[in-house]
């Protein structure tokens, strides 16, 4: 009721806080886990999270900015395991106009924008800086009130320069073979660690990235719950760098050289983490795979770049960047929904009208993972065991009583 009276008078649904969002808790998406359960943090929702952002090039992905400073028909296709099969998005200030086929996600878009930015309902469209937005319906969209962000960069930020420092600051685990000798053939091997480790850390000298040659990393876990691979990248200049090297990943299923694009067969386990200096690393040859920490520096994405990228200042400049959410450390509760988007079924949820509706996802259905029971889930078998055990007692029972009748 409070919804229809909203959108009859044309005005923009209020927001509240990211932690508040109960579109996000009908997908099940839960901040505090993601906070304490994915080493990016709540920013693993989005393709990109920066305090300012220019995408000139394909973005193929969501995102949470300070500023937009430039776009394009940006929005997630393909099948890949990500958080949610839909975008969200979070543009506090527009420097200038989107264009009319940007928000291309066909499943769904959940759109909050700063109280600043010019955002209206007329005849049932929604318009931003007067322009219709073809592909947003008015109950996709959302603003800050005064006093209310969505999201506060500052703080995240903040959380994320800790987290970078925490990363940078642990040991190499043990059991990582790391062999650079061969430049044509430089690999890192995190199959040797011991199982059930959560977070997996490696030291790569930045020297190797600047380089053309490709570097391998073997061993990683084709399971959603696999552990999480966090690469501190060591001995980096200040100033301007470039990042030149092909970065090719080898997954235990056999699953080798997993190709960019805008899908992808296995799960995003690969962080690399820059630190919290105030470079700008421009990617300018090869290809990178795995999702990018460097809270304080500038990004200019040149060549394609898969997974999520957190920095102060985002810039895709050339080739694509592809949406792959980085997994958990733990399973939480959107791997459920993920299961279920594999297992071909259609998770429904709804809210404000919009529906949360999983597509098939027929080529990552086969794959070996399994979700753990929710609170008030049994498994089947163990259901019909119970039931087996349950007719041999009452037969007991009934035979028991049969034959003392007949004693009698």
Same mark, same amino acid.
């Given at each position: ?15 509240? &806080? ?47 900015? @300070? ?30 106009? !989107? ?110 990235? &600047? ?42 299923? @056999? ?15 690969? !962080? ?64 459920? !929904? ?40 049994? $498994? ?17 029972? $009934? ?10």
């Amino acid at each position: 009721m409070i919804k229809s009276t909203i959108l009859a008078s044309n005005n923009v649904q209020p927001a509240t &806080s990211i932690g508040k969002d109960n579109y996000l808790k009908e997908l099940g998406i839960d901040i505090n886990n993601l906070n304490a359960n994915r080493v990016l943090k709540l920013a693993s929702l989005f393709h990109i999270f920066a305090n300012q952002a220019s995408l000139s090039a394909d973005t193929n992905g969501n995102f949470a900015v @300070g500023i937009l400073n430039d776009s394009n028909d940006f929005g997630t296709r393909g099948d890949s395991y990500n958080l949610t099969s839909g975008d969200i998005y979070y543009i506090q200030q527009l420097a200038k106009d !989107l264009q009319s086929n940007a928000f291309r996600n066909k499943t769904f878009n959940h759109v909050v924008l700063g109280k600043d930015v010019n955002v209206s309902i007329e005849n049932n469209k929604v318009l931003i800086n007067g322009i219709t937005m073809d592909n947003l319906k008015p109950e996709d969209v959302y603003q800050d009130t005064n006093g209310q962000k969505y999201i506060d960069f500052s703080d995240v930020f903040q959380q994320l320069v800790r987290a970078s420092t925490s990363y940078a600051s642990t040991s190499q685990s043990i059991g990582v073979i790391s062999n650079y000798s061969d430049m044509n053939n430089r690999y890192i091997d995190v199959s040797g660690v011991a199982a059930g480790t959560q977070i997996i850390y490696v030291n790569v000298p930045f020297e190797y990235l &600047s380089s053309p040659q490709s570097i391998t990393i073997k061993g990683i876990s084709n399971l959603l719950t696999g552990p999480t691979i966090v690469i501190n990248v060591t001995g980096i200049p200040d100033g301007n760098q470039n990042i030149s090297t092909q970065v090719q990943l080898n997954y235990d299923d @056999g699953t080798n050289s997993l190709s960019n694009g805008e899908s992808h067969s296995e799960p995003n386990h690969i !962080l690399w983490n820059f630190g919290t200096g105030n470079q700008t690393f421009n990617f300018t040859e090869g290809r990178f795979m795995g999702s990018i920490l460097a809270p304080n520096a500038t990004i200019n994405a040149g060549v394609n770049i898969d997974g999520n990228i957190v920095a102060n200042i985002v810039n895709i400049t050339g080739g694509e960047s592809h949406r792959w959410d980085i997994q958990p450390t733990q399973p939480t509760q959107p791997t459920q !929904l993920i299961e279920n988007n594999k297992n071909n079924s259609h998770t429904i949820s709804s809210i404000n009208g919009k529906t949360n509706n999983q597509p098939k996802n027929n080529n990552l259905a086969s794959k070996n993972n399994t979700a753990l029971p929710q609170t008030g889930e049994k $498994s089947k078998s163990s259901v019909s065991i119970l039931g087996v055990l349950l007719l041999i007692l009452g037969s007991l029972t $009934s035979w028991f009583t049969y034959r003392k009748k007949r004693e009698n």
